[in-house]
């Protein structure tokens, strides 16, 4: 699997963006996805997971509510739609793909195979 992340950019405290990531190379049906990202000095994070069957999503406590992760299987895409953002949001943000991962395992990075390029978000206060 392919993963090449997109929609990063500097916005405003408060603003929004909606991240993408495409996949290529195989359908994403049976595939859990994740958005970690990784802040300036800090480690790498979890930000929203969707289980590989689709239905069940799970987030960190500081973007509940704010952040929606979902799937398009047909158009092979992960979105991140990012609202009320807030400067402590500033990181790169990352895709991770990985065929078959349990739930349990959904928040964890070292479980995921696959991962996009990476794509800036800064936000301004």
């Known amino acids: 699997v392919q993963l090449q992340a997109s929609g990063g950019g500097l916005v405003e405290t408060g603003g929004s963006l909606r991240l993408a990531c495409a996949a290529s190379?195989?359908?994403?049906?049976?595939?859990?996805l994740a958005w970690f990202r990784q802040g300036p000095g800090k480690e790498r994070q979890f930000v929203a997971g969707?289980?590989?069957?689709?239905?069940?999503?799970y987030y960190t406590d500081s973007v509940k509510g704010r952040f929606t992760i979902s799937r398009d299987n047909g158009k092979s895409t992960v979105y991140l739609q990012m609202n009320r953002l807030q400067p402590e949001d500033t990181a790169v943000y990352y895709c991770?793909?990985?065929?078959?991962?349990?739930?349990?395992?959904?928040?964890?990075?070292?479980?995921?195979?696959?991962w996009g390029q990476g794509t800036l978000v800064t936000v301004s206060s």
């Open positions: 991770a793909a990985q065929p078959g991962i349990i739930t349990s395992s959904i928040g964890i990075s070292s479980y995921y195979g696959y």
């Open positions: 190379g195989r359908t994403l049906s049976g595939v859990g």
């Open positions: 969707i289980a590989r069957s689709g239905g069940a999503t």
